[in-house]
């Protein structure tokens, strides 16, 4: 296999367009794998949390369709799209089930909001995007590029919209070369740390607001993290947050003009039964704002996975106070909200063993203080 396919590498819309190399379609070995993991687990039914490997079955052909997958998320496009999950013929319940036991063979599942929920449901519940803490998982607009909190985003789309909701994603990689080339003055001001809000999600022991730059600087494995709503949010809500300055302000508003370009972003209509994984590190993601249907059960609904995955890349020093352990292959990301449980501590130890993974117990910011 080429050299550069085995690790991250900048892209533009035009390559993913070219090379189709990052999509994969199931077998129909592959499904009948799912079905059959899925029948064992609906017949010996478990908490979610409970569960390991063996309450998810899965035979060799579709174990493996999910570690390729992962691999590919790893290595050059840094994402991958599996097309063909039967979801038209599971139920809701099927899915949430089915998509939590394959998370067993991927990751480690993240806590993702302020309710510490370990699966998400992607549909639009009237929320609100641009307020006070809105998140876009439960609302319908038009999303600004971000990447989640974690090494890998996973989306199982089970219903699609009536029209609208297209997935659009870059490489942060050739964003960074972008500004490189047009203005490599703020190249410097985007390695620096800026402010960032929290939105409601973090431990009550940690602060509102964490610290993190948007591009790593040279000599660390590249790593982007980038969320302006969040950064105007710890601007909005927090006095004690430095300002931006002009600089910074000026290398935010480039970023909004380059992600959406044409040379950047490639968009893509996930279809039912299509299972979107990408690399946070080395990609950005948005979503156009969409129209639902009528009917309750026919309306847009993806569940979403946050992973910290086996493979995972180190990360810079400066990325440990928002991730938590910077160390390749080690259990890290997510938001801790409010009503972390026994059960997911345990879910995240025994998970952790099971894939190799290294795992640091959360130590909330106070205790951290104390020992210091």
Request: aromatic content about 10%; charged content about 25%.
């Amino acid at each position: 296999m080429n050299e550069t396919r085995n690790r991250p590498m900048p892209w533009y819309a035009q390559d993913v367009q070219r090379d189709l190399g990052w999509v994969q379609r199931l077998s129909a070995e592959e499904v009948e794998g799912f079905d059959q993991a899925l029948a064992h687990a609906r017949r010996h039914p478990k908490p979610l949390l409970a569960m390991q490997q063996q309450d998810f079955p899965l035979p060799p052909a579709a174990r493996n369709a999910l570690q390729r997958a992962l691999a590919t998320t790893q290595g050059r496009w840094g994402m991958c799209l599996i097309k063909g999950f039967p979801v038209d013929r599971w139920t809701e319940d099927d899915c949430r089930l089915a998509y939590w036991g394959m998370g067993l063979y991927l990751g480690v599942g993240r806590t993702q909001n302020k309710a510490s929920e370990i699966i998400n449901d992607v549909r639009d519940v009237g929320g609100d995007y641009k307020v006070k803490g809105g998140r876009g998982y439960n609302t319908n607009a038009q999303l600004d590029f971000h990447q989640d909190s974690c090494d890998v985003v996973a989306l199982l789309c089970r219903r699609t919209a009536k029209s609208g909701g297209m997935s659009k994603v870059i490489s942060s990689m050739a964003l960074r070369e972008q500004v490189q080339a047009l203005r490599p003055d703020l190249i410097a001001v985007l390695e620096a740390d800026f402010h960032h809000s929290y939105q409601g999600t973090q431990d009550p022991t940690q602060a509102p607001f964490y610290r993190c730059p948007i591009f790593s600087k040279p000599g660390h494995a590249f790593t982007a993290r980038a969320n302006r709503k969040n950064t105007v949010a710890a601007q909005r809500d927090f006095d004690e947050v430095p300002r931006l300055t002009p600089a910074q302000t000026e290398a935010l508003d480039l970023l909004d003009v380059l992600m959406p370009s044409e040379q950047l972003c490639y968009s893509m209509e996930l279809e039912q039964g299509d299972l979107q994984l990408l690399n946070n590190y080395v990609t950005l993601h948005s979503r156009t704002h969409f129209e639902d249907h009528e009917r309750p059960d026919d309306k847009r609904h993806l569940f979403r996975l946050w992973l910290a995955v086996p493979g995972s890349q180190p990360l810079p020093p400066e990325f440990e106070a928002y991730f938590y352990d910077v160390r390749p292959g080690s259990v890290r990301g997510g938001v801790r909200g409010s009503a972390i449980t026994d059960a997911f501590l345990e879910y995240e130890r025994r998970q952790a063993q099971a894939l190799g993974m290294l795992y640091k117990p959360w130590v909330p910011a106070r205790e951290t203080a104390a020992v210091a």
